[in-house]
């Protein structure tokens, strides 16, 4: 186990605890499923204040709708928010981890590969999601100004 080391030193290496992402996630979000129109998804997001949507297809993760891609593509001109699908502009690369997953290993590869959340899946049913804002929570607790 890493011991307490001066700030900036050769031996320096940051404590942290096994936390699971459970303990930190958005438990039971709301989703959207993939045919549902893309005003739809805008509305939901906006009456709940939510950035991350994951889309289902007969309650199984398919992809995920951020608030940035909806915005992306209610710009496009010959766009329908009415008429077109969130299918349409969802991401099919998600990142989805288990309730048991380490806050450490999923925060790195968010940072990694630039994710905006993760969402949490136990025996193929989306349970939770840990997003960027979760992330701040947890570090805003551990400097001693959490919420």
Request: aromatic residues 4%.
């Amino acid at each position: 186990m890493p011991t307490p080391s001066t700030p900036g030193s050769e031996n320096s290496q940051p404590i942290a605890p096994v936390i699971a992402i459970k303990q930190w996630m958005t438990p039971t979000p709301h989703s959207i499923g993939k045919d549902q129109p893309l005003a739809v998804a805008h509305r939901l997001m906006r009456d709940h204040g939510l950035r991350h949507l994951p889309v289902l297809e007969h309650g199984r993760l398919v992809g995920m709708l951020s608030e940035r891609d909806l915005f992306f593509l209610e710009s496009i001109s010959d766009v329908d928010p009415e008429k077109e699908t969130v299918e349409q502009g969802m991401s099919q690369d998600v990142y989805a981890v288990p309730p048991d997953a380490r806050v450490r290993e999923v925060i790195a590869e968010m940072r990694k590969h630039r994710y905006g959340s993760a969402v949490v899946v136990e025996r193929g049913k989306v349970v939770g999601v840990f997003t960027t804002t979760n992330a701040l929570e947890l570090l805003a607790t551990f400097l001693g100004g959490g919420s």
